[in-house]
């Protein structure tokens, strides 16, 4: 059975720093683009980052790039969202999603695997 299992959410203030990990399990994702979403309440879920499993190649949404950053632990079958000068709008669900094809992460329609999501909240 494959599991995507998040971890690392919570309540943290302004301008400080979070880092969410993803557990995989039940297959072998070494083909695969791994990432992150979020949806924050009332809104539309959105695209954060991706890494390919097998490489070093990442993708970062605008809203976050230069402060969160994605990794991947290979052997630990674990991908990692550090995120650094946290604001109140970063405030959401974050999804751990996994597809065949990294185009899948530009609207995360058909995605092949979800995680059930960690909730991260910034105050002011």
């Known amino acids: 059975q494959v599991q995507l299992v998040e971890s690392g959410g919570g309540l943290v203030q302004a301008g400080g720093s979070l880092r969410l990990s993803c557990a995989a399990s039940g297959r072998t994702f070494s083909s695969y683009y791994m990432g992150w979403f979020r949806q924050a309440p009332g809104k539309e879920r959105e695209f954060v980052a991706r890494i390919r499993w097998s490489g070093s190649s990442t993708y970062y949404a605008d809203s976050v790039k230069g402060r969160f950053t994605i990794s991947r632990d290979n052997g630990k079958n674990t991908v990692y969202l550090q995120m650094n000068s946290l604001k109140p709008e970063d405030t959401a669900v974050y999804y751990c999603?996994?597809?065949?094809?990294?185009?899948?992460?530009?609207?995360?329609?058909?995605?092949?695997?979800w995680g059930k999501g960690t909730l991260v909240t910034v105050s002011s």
């Open positions: 999603a996994a597809d065949r094809l990294g185009g899948s992460f530009q609207t995360g329609n058909g995605m092949d695997y």
